[in-house]
């Protein structure tokens, strides 16, 4: 039993009363507590409150400590359907956040030139009363199309969904559609007829094969994932991994397969081969449940092992070998979705290849395959209908559903992102909205909310970003952290942490549907305000009344809570946490088809494709290759860390402060350079970041170099994360579109190592 | 009662949630850690094994740092190696004389996990062990802690064919048992460390290190001593009274 777990169940049990201390009969000495030596949780009584992780998307139920109005320990929430009482490093690391002395801590307004990052503080009055003003201007002006709202972390609710479409712009984006998952759900859309969705919907329990494409278990620290990924290897679960690089999670692979970079939907496309041609394919679930069989048989007739071996740098008995496993397991064998996606531009179609894989594994909706997820039932906070529909996606409450539908805005503007032109569909893709703001075509962009985001430790393109930002005609960043971006902005309002506030209610798509509450467990740091606070003071300058209808947050929780029977007093009497039925099998259906594609079944030939022009069944594409000297650029978390945004938390600082590029052993050794070196790396197009130290190692393919993502930051109030190790967005100075999704592939940037500058 | 962990290696995924657990439960200060994550990979591409070693106090049953202390400030309890910072003199035996190379010198004073015992005794878990995500600690009874550790290297053979037991027997027994994927050698673990006898850990570090400073024989006592009489670091400083003790011999609290 954790210690949270007796503040949940006995919460009288750590009073401070010096009775109590008695009565345990000692007032043991921690080796390094505070400066007394009493630990924090004898140090006073303990009080508990209900919230959800935002250190980083997954959004795991917490139980956060408090003692004399500061918060001590984070901790899972034992309810909670994704922590389950457990708690990642990062989440561990949340009191270190919040209290790290660089947050940004009143409203500023720009004092010098957009990028130098002068500012004077101003009241919260003045920085609104400003932006609303400008937007207003914006408005009339232009229409309210010419305001971009970019909006990640938790509270992106807010500005990206509620602000956005109240105020009419359907320029509102996430870097969780285009620059992540979005291949990923317009794959599953056109496939399944269903999104993904922000939670994996793989069946974990009684699951016996698990194939990981590019996932990095271990590293990408999802503690469900982690959890449940170690119960079924534990039990014996066959897993295959599919990588360049033998992660952590490759470590306990039973197969690796070291494949060339770029080559997985020949992988693929072989693997099916293996299924239809040895007819290891569940064939009365592709009879019940697929359309276009015979037609995808015939396509990859040709797709053989051999052929596909020439092509990945894997051996055809490899690959053989592989297919068989996973169909010795099916339908408990599933390729599990990965997440960031967007790797080479032709994404869709390889996500739509594993899809093909699961579906002739007869996987989705049967126990121990993909289960299908459902969102809670939840009303929303009773507004005027919006002004424009949403087509933001992302990652956060329910299945990222879009609509075929292009969004219009009240002035009968479409997306300035060039869907339907230079990609078929899906959500807004933040990257081409970057271009309209420089070149007003087809519309300008005028004006840029940008919530949380870190837009230039994100979006591929740096140079053209800055750009960008210095053209707009208002700038506002919303943020915790003066990240680099905010140094661009004209407004910059700071925000309370997630451990300070209240939030929308965290309603997810789940196995077991379920509603989260994040409460206070701290007063607002400094002059912070939460994100619903700001999207109301400004929605109340802007004319958006009628969509800020509630006085207090509380009002309006409890007005959602009750369309559910509950109210905030009862969830917090609930432990935080709200469990309904879900429907995750086929049996669930009587008989009614889930998949909702115009088929009603798996559409394995895809006649939507077909008719847009696209292969309606995926073919294999290559991709460049590095030239000569130069390696291709590979990136992705160290399992501290998440995205650029916890480089400058102390604790996890202080565990991992900088990053190092891994370089294949013989490769860096036919350079002459050495492990633990210092070096440089440059890309195609002259873009450096470093220096950087190497990691030479045999766990790595000789034709790719990694690095965790999020360092090398030039932000210089980020003081511990400033300068340290080296960025790989800066080096990605290019991305090739996906033309289906809009997703930004950027996995085709090569670099080669500098040793002097 | 002895208490203790089960560490299982093979399902370590190298998350270091453990880590930042400590950290945070504890509030270690800054250049303060517990646990330390360590990448083991052996082999050439692409043939290649290994995973992670999750390095931390053990909390042998006969534990050398105990033995060397001469303070007291680590001692035995509960089967496990509890340290009392404030009473470190900062000598070093215990760095030089663990057998796992586990004791760190922080601002002048020894740190190392000592078993949560401010947490346990208010009636928690380690908090390593409750944050686990992949399940690879648990904490207990040490004869119900080696049953679990062999159940686990059971299981852990459908994976690891040569997966095992280690610490039921190294160093008197080890307060965490480990569950390891394969040969305690090829993970860089002694098969059996030297028994850290007062013998030869007098000859082998104390006494050189010692001379000069409060005379050998008075340390020689004092190691016997705090052996038998943990945490009363007042009374080692009377050299009479010590070496009176170095003839009872029990050199262990929890054998």
Redesign the interface.
Known sequence: ??????EISRRT??TAGAATMAA?G?L???????TD?T????QGAIETTFGVCDMCPWRCGIVVSSVNGEV?????NPADPKSR?????????G??FMNDPDRLQAPMMRSGKRGEGSFEEVSWEQALDFIADKLLEIKERSGPEALAIFGHTSGEYWFTDHFSQAWGTPNAAKPSSSLCLSPREEAAQLTLGMGVGGHEPVDWDGLRCLTLIGSH??ED?R??V??D???M????GKVIVVDPR?S?????A?H?L?IKPGTDTALLLAWLNVLVTEELYDADYVRGWTTGFDRLAAHVADKSPAWAASITDLSEGQIIETARVMAERKPQSVIMPGRHVTWYGNDTQRLRATYLVNALLGAYGRRGGMYFNKAPYLEEYPHPPYAVAGSAGGCSAGAAETSDELPLGPSGKARADGARETFLRGATALQELIDPMITGDPYRIEGLIVYGTNLLNSVPNKPRTREALAALDLVVAIDVLPQEHVAWADVVLPESTYLERYDTLWSVSHKTPYIAMREPAVAPMYQTRPAWWMARELGLRVGLDAYFGWETIEEYLDRELRSVGSSLDEMRANDGIIIQNGKPYLEDYDGASPFHTPSEKIELFSQQLADAGFDPIPEYESTPEPPRGFYRLLYGRH??HTFAKTQNT???N??YPTNEVWI???AAASEGIRDGQEVWLENQDGARSGPIAVKA??????DAVFMPHGFGQNAPGLTRAHGKGASDTELQTDYALDPISGGAGMRINFVKIVTEV | MAQAFVLDLGRCIGCEACALACKTGNELPTGVSYIELIEQVRGSFPDLEGGFDNHRCLHCQDAACVAVCPTGALYKEDGLTRLNTPACSGCEYCVTSCPYDVPRMVDGASTKCDGCKATTDAGGGPWCVSTCPSKALEYGERSEMLRTARTRAEALRAHYPNAQVYGETQAGGLGVILVLPDDPEVLGLPRDPDPPTVANVWQGVVQPVSIGLIGATAVAAGVAGVIARRNHMAELRDIEEAEQLVGDGDSSEEA
């Open positions: 039993m954790s210690l949270v777990d007796l049990f750590f345990a000692l043991p000495r921690a080796a390094h507590a505070a030596g630990p924090w949780y004898r001590r320990k984070i901790d899972g009482g457990m708690l990642c490093a990062r989440g561990q690391g009191v270190s278990i271990g620290t503690n469900t982690m959890q990924f170690a119960d290897w534990g039990d014996g033998f952590s999670v490759a470590t306990k039973d690796w070291p399992p501290v102390p604790a996890l202080e565990r294949n052993a013989q190692t045999e766990r790595i393919r000789s």
